[in-house]
């Protein structure tokens, strides 16, 4: 395993370790902004707690991790903060999955693809679960009806499942899914996609994907 990789594997375990010693969602968002967007994402990002509107005023929320640029910032503060959907980047709901009904986040994932927007790319919603969920079961999952508006799903310390819709990974309809495992590469490769969405937004250099030699 190269030294990129060994230092998610360390990641990941820092992060469930410090899951284990607090309790509360809070605790798990915090460490995601801190330990994984924050040092990897490109600066002019802002992210925050809150809802999405349209110019439409419809909303879809609450959203624990919403990612825009700092040229949209949100109206009001805190939680009850509302990010226009023009300007988001992706969104995130970070919980234990596997003690939580995943069905839940397909149905607010759902609101959010339908909110109004000038760019054409549908806003990206992916989920962070601290809780193990077995492959089989996320891939069922993000094939039904229930699943087919999230993006994505991260078990930390396990592996990461991908819709490949933003064609990342080359061609949606010869790669529809992409799997990552074990833990350290799948939060690798979580990590990597988010930072390829944040340069795409920004206007940054990008190009397909491709983790062989890291």
């Known amino acids: ?8 594997g ?19 968002v915090d460490l995601v902004l801190s330990k994984i967007l ?17 110019i439409k ?11 825009s640029t700092e040229s949209f910032p949100p109206f009001g503060d805190g939680q009850a903060s509302a990010y226009l959907a023009d300007g988001v980047l992706f969104c995130l709901q970070v919980k ?5 009904d995943l069905t839940e986040f397909g149905a607010l994932a759902q609101q959010i693809k339908t909110l109004e927007r000038k760019k054409k790319n549908l806003i990206p919603c992916l989920a962070v679960s ?18 087919e508006s999230v993006d994505g799903v991260i078990c930390l310390g396990h592996h990461f499942v991908l819709r490949n819709s933003q064609g990342l990974y080359g061609d949606p309809k010869t790669v529809p899914f992409v799997t990552e495992s074990p833990g350290p590469e799948a939060l690798k490769a979580f990590a990597f996609y988010l930072m390829q969405l944040s340069q795409a937004a920004l206007g940054l250099p990008f190009g397909l994907i491709d983790y062989q030699h890291l």
């Open 1 to 8: 395993m190269g030294t990129i990789s060994e230092s998610f």
């Open 10 to 28: 360390n990641l990941g375990d820092y992060l469930l370790a410090e899951k284990k010693k607090s309790q509360g969602r809070r605790v798990e």
């Open 38 to 54: 924050k040092p990897f994402l490109p600066s002019g990002m802002r992210y925050g707690t809150g809802t999405i509107a349209d």
């Open 57 to 67: 005023d419809r909303h879809a929320g609450p959203i624990d991790i919403v990612a």
């Open 96 to 100: 234990d999955w596997s003690q939580n």
């Open 130 to 147: 601290f809780g193990l969920l077995p492959l089989p079961e996320l891939n069922s999952f993000l094939k039904s009806a229930a699943g």
